[in-house]
């Protein structure tokens, strides 16, 4: 297992952001979040490969990209809009057709405390 390690990384115009590694405790809460069992072996190879992609994005915070205009999506897409016409509602019978429960003109879903 690698050990934890401290990066400065260049973030914007002049300010370093301290990055740290994952440990393997880290992995552990990880792992507690997703509630996924993982056995030693396996914590052992996760933190290590977790820390591989970090460093990945280390090599990628040290392209300059002074000049390079912010993008916000790889494709030059535009959203295309419909006027926002309003137009009847389904009957209240209609909607509640399907539905598996249903009270006077509601959907009933079970409680929840």
């Known amino acids: 297992m690698k050990p934890l390690r401290e990066v ?3 973030y914007s115009k002049g300010c370093t952001m301290q ?3 994952l440990s393997k405790k880290e992995v552990e809460h990880i792992a507690w979040l997703a ?4 056995s030693k072996e396996e914590k052992d190879l996760f933190t290590e490969q977790f820390n591989d992609i970090l460093d990945y994005f280390k090599k990628i915070d040290e392209v300059d990209t002074e ?4 993008t916000y999506h790889v ?3 535009m959203n295309v809009y419909r006027e926002d016409e309003a137009t009847p509602s ?3 019978e209609e909607a509640l057709k399907n539905a598996p429960k249903k009270e006077k003109q ?3 879903a079970p409680r929840i405390v």
Request: charged letters at 25%; hydrophobic letters at 40%.
């Open 75 to 77: 494709l030059d897409l």
């Open 35 to 38: 509630h996924i069992e993982l």
């Open 8 to 10: 400065n990384l260049p």
């Open 90 to 92: 389904l009957p209240t």
């Open 106 to 108: 509601f959907l009933k």
């Open 67 to 70: 000049d390079v205009q912010p």
């Open 19 to 21: 990055r740290r590694y």
